[in-house]
């Protein structure tokens, strides 16, 4: 059974960091792209990174790019998203999901091409 579980959320103040992490039982890992997406309330899921099978390519969405950096550990089956500069609109549940098809730039934002979500962890930034 697929799992991705999601961790390192939390109370931070703003211009604090975070990191957080996915661990994904994925098999093999390295066959999947893998992005953030975060969901605040009231609002739809909207994408933040996404990140190719090998790591080599990534995509950041304008209004995280330079603050938020995806990454990804294939030995670890971890995909990572580390948090800097963070500011209250940054406040929603933060979701890890998983796609069997290739990364590109074009389909990278797309919830549907997912196949697999977390439970999400929740970032809360105050102001």
């Known amino acids: 059974q697929v799992q991705l579980v999601e961790s390192g959320g939390g109370l931070v103040q703003a211009g604090g960091s975070l990191s957080l992490s996915c661990a994904a039982s994925i098999h093999p890992f390295s066959r999947f792209s893998m992005a953030w997406f975060r969901q605040a309330p009231g609002k739809e899921r909207e994408f933040v990174a996404a990140?190719?099978?090998?790591?080599?390519?990534?995509l950041h969405e304008d209004s995280v790019k330079g603050r938020f950096t995806i990454s990804r550990d294939n030995a670890r089956n971890t995909v990572f998203l580390q948090m800097n500069d963070l500011k209250s609109e940054d406040t929603a549940v933060y979701y890890c999901a998983a796609a069997a098809l290739s990364f590109t730039t074009d389909t990278a934002r797309g919830l549907r091409e997912y196949d697999y979500w977390g439970q999400g962890t929740q970032v809360t930034v105050s102001s």
């Open positions: 990140i190719s099978r090998s790591g080599e390519n990534t």
